[in-house]
């Protein structure tokens, strides 16, 4: 009973220095701040991780994630990233909104007891003098102002119209966790350190004494509450009540932050990978040959000593004389093996970069030649290389049937599988592959036109044709409907107009009842949510298709 009454008649002596309405306003906005930055500590930690691709690669390709199911959720690597960055967009929204309300707080409700907790230093101070003159609140706008750029930066019509602006914007993350360090060293939040001397809720004699109150008199002044059931004076409440007294004045200390603990692993993780990456392509390539295709297509083929990578792996291309800074991925079409290190890229040449890059490495007399430094003695600017990286495509050979789906110049990542089924599909366990590919311009399936007939004679040969089923679409003609006379083989499995999807799948279910069909595609977002509704359709042969996706948007 004295324990109950204690605890309440402490909650009341706090009522004396703020009224009821200051007490639920300043709790509001404190415990939102407080609340939202902790959900922060959490997402800033953990939006680095997907961005460790080095890590991810060694985890998909290495024995250490055995299960394909575990494998596919590193797939949405970048879907994570993204989901943690629109958390922190929300939360910072919060955040914000709720320091707001403190700074209003503080400068309204002041007050000469607890100076120390309160961040302002006078009566009704002007609020926008505690966000802009100490050092929570000027690097609090300032992360505000680095998050808006990013976010604005990273939105897809951005992304599409200027790829430059997005990619500076977004390496300002460094300069954002900089300023998040400062901003929780302003030592905003305190604690009390003599909670045994001071306890919550003690009463100072030494203050009523001077004042000339009794303690009856400081409770009959101070409580409006109702007293407990069972005491109907002061003087009985204060007779029978046990009530803590102070020996010294509360000492308080600024809290240690906590968001040290958060990100410090995460972001030194991340820091020792970048480390890790550019020792690792600090040494440039040795460009072998260019070649210009069909449709504003470029292919690079080149060499890198100890270079190694997996087909569906991807690259990150530097070249410093196009751009100091800016760097892009590109798939690798052809993969290194034990019988040759040459690996090579296809480029479309879309955008200022590209552009660039091709006038340094193709003259500009001629776009349809092989270009052999070796044999032209063509000086070629420096390229470095940073990666490989994983992608989802490298489970398309884990599959015993496979569809893989490509739009235009989405037939990249598999370009490279089908290379390294050309060189020995034996290893892999991978038994049939669909493999269907839709084009605007009939030009633009010799990108790869030599492999598909070289790869279609080789099982010929083997006697297993039934092993790629090659599916090509021409989903705009001008009148021309042949890819060319050499390739009569291509040529017999060209249709006009766009794949029936539906048909398709039916046909592939019915082919390889009560199997797994891995469905990978590449290529535009319909064709993508397409294939996704398709995918997880059920069917009546018992076959059931496990849907990847890549986008290069």
Not at 237 to 244: D, G, L, S
Not at 326 to 335: A, K
Not at 531 to 549: A, D, I, P, W
């Amino acid at each position: 009973m004295s324990w109950s009454l204690s605890v309440r008649c402490s909650s009341w002596l706090y009522l004396v220095i703020f009224s009821k309405s200051v007490i639920r306003n300043i709790c509001l906005g404190l415990c939102l701040s407080r609340a939202s930055a902790s959900v922060l500590n959490l997402n800033c930690s953990l939006i680095l991780l997907p961005m460790c691709r080095t890590l991810l690669a060694y985890l998909r390709g290495s024995q250490k994630v055995p299960s394909r199911r575990t494998r596919r959720l590193l797939d949405k690597s970048r879907t994570f990233h993204i989901t943690c960055g629109v958390t922190i967009c929300i939360f910072s929204g919060v955040h914000v909104a709720a320091h707001l309300v403190n700074a209003l707080s503080f400068s309204v409700n002041y007050s000469e007891d607890f100076v120390e907790l309160n961040a302002a230093r006078y009566q009704d101070e002007d609020p926008r003098k505690l966000l802009f003159t100490t050092v929570p609140g000027l690097t609090g706008v300032c992360m505000v102002v680095v998050l808006f750029l990013m976010i604005t930066a990273s939105t897809y019509a951005i992304r599409v119209s200027n790829y430059d602006i997005f990619w500076y914007t977004h390496n300002l993350f460094f300069v954002f966790y900089m300023l998040l360090m400062l901003h929780v060293s302003g030592g905003l939040l305190k604690y009390q350190t003599n909670l045994d001397t001071h306890p919550p809720g003690c009463i100072n004699l030494n203050r009523t004494s001077s004042q000339n109150i009794s303690l009856p008199e400081y409770f009959s002044e101070h409580f409006h509450e109702p007293f407990p059931e069972g005491f109907s004076k002061s003087e009985e409440f204060a007779q029978n009540t046990f009530v803590k007294i102070c020996v010294e004045e509360p000492r308080f200390q600024a809290n240690f932050p906590q968001t040290w603990l958060w990100i410090s692993g995460p972001l030194c993780l991340y820091c020792a990978e970048r480390l890790y990456r550019y020792i690792r392509s600090n040494k440039p390539v040795t460009i072998i040959s260019v070649i210009s295709h069909p449709s504003d297509v470029m292919e690079i083929r080149m060499v890198k000593e100890n270079f190694k990578a997996r087909p569906g792996q991807y690259i990150i291309l530097h070249c410093p004389s196009v751009s100091a800074l800016e760097n892009h991925p590109f798939t690798l079409t052809m993969c290194p093996t034990e019988t040759k290190s040459t690996f090579g890229v296809h480029l479309k040449i879309v955008g200022d970069w590209t552009e660039r890059f091709r006038d340094l490495l193709l003259p500009p007399s001629s776009q349809d030649s092989e270009i052999l430094p070796f044999i032209q003695s063509r000086n070629y600017p420096k390229l470095y290389i940073d990666g490989p990286f994983g992608s989802p495509f490298e489970e398309s050979l884990n599959y015993e049937v496979s569809l893989c789906v490509a739009g235009g110049i989405g037939v990249t990542p598999f370009a490279s599988i089908l290379n390294t089924l050309l060189d020995d599909w034996k290893p892999y366990k991978l038994r049939r592959l669909y493999f269907i590919w839709v084009c605007r311009d009939i030009q633009s399936f010799c990108w790869f036109a030599d492999l598909l007939c070289v790869l279609h004679n080789k099982f010929w040969q083997e006697n297993r044709p039934d092993y790629v089923n090659i599916q090509l679409y021409l989903s705009r003609t001008d009148g021309i409907q042949i890819i060319g006379e050499k390739y009569h083989i291509l040529n017999s499995r060209l249709f006009i107009g766009r794949p029936r999807w539906k048909l398709l799948f039916d046909e592939i279910a019915k082919c390889n009842r009560g199997k797994t069909v891995g469905v990978f595609c590449c290529g535009p977002n319909s064709l993508s949510k397409t294939l996704h509704k398709l995918s997880n359709q059920n069917n009546s042969y018992g076959t059931r298709f496990e849907y990847n996706k890549e986008s290069f948007s």
